[in-house]
């Protein structure tokens, strides 16, 4: 969860400074670059962690989602630059 943070601190920080920011302001792209290995690491390590009991998924499963909604984020948000095409 620490690389999940991490991950998730850098994108609200860039979003705090680009809306209240009057001058240059960090771009999406750089918080997708700079949060992406994070979620990856993360995630690794979320999956190498999954044990065979029943409630230890129960536990995977946050670091698991939070990780994983954080790689594919660049998708999901509107107005991600170049990720979209555009």
Same mark, same amino acid.
Not at 19 to 25: E, Q, V
Not at 67 to 86: E, R, S, T
């Given at each position: 969860?620490?690389?999940a943070?991490?991950?998730?601190?850098?994108?609200?920080?860039?979003?705090?400074?680009d809306?209240?920011?009057?001058?240059?302001?960090p771009?999406?792209?750089?918080?997708?670059?700079? &949060?992406? $290995? /994070?979620?990856?690491? =993360? *995630?690794? !390590?979320?999956?190498?962690t999954?044990?065979?009991?029943?409630?230890? #998924?129960?536990?995977? &499963?946050? $670091? /698991?989602c939070?990780? =994983? *909604?954080? !790689?594919?984020?660049?998708?999901?948000?509107?107005?991600?630059?170049? #990720?979209?095409?555009?």
């Open positions: 969860m620490i690389f943070t991490s991950g998730w601190a850098v994108f609200w920080c860039s979003a705090i400074w809306r209240l920011s009057d001058g240059w302001a771009s999406p792209e750089l918080a997708y670059w700079i &949060s992406t $290995p /994070l979620a990856l690491a =993360g *995630f690794a !390590m979320a999956v190498f999954i044990r065979s009991q029943r409630s230890w #998924l129960l536990f995977v &499963s946050v $670091p /698991l939070a990780n =994983g *909604f954080l !790689m594919v984020l660049p998708w999901v948000l509107p107005g991600a630059g170049g #990720l979209h095409g555009q």
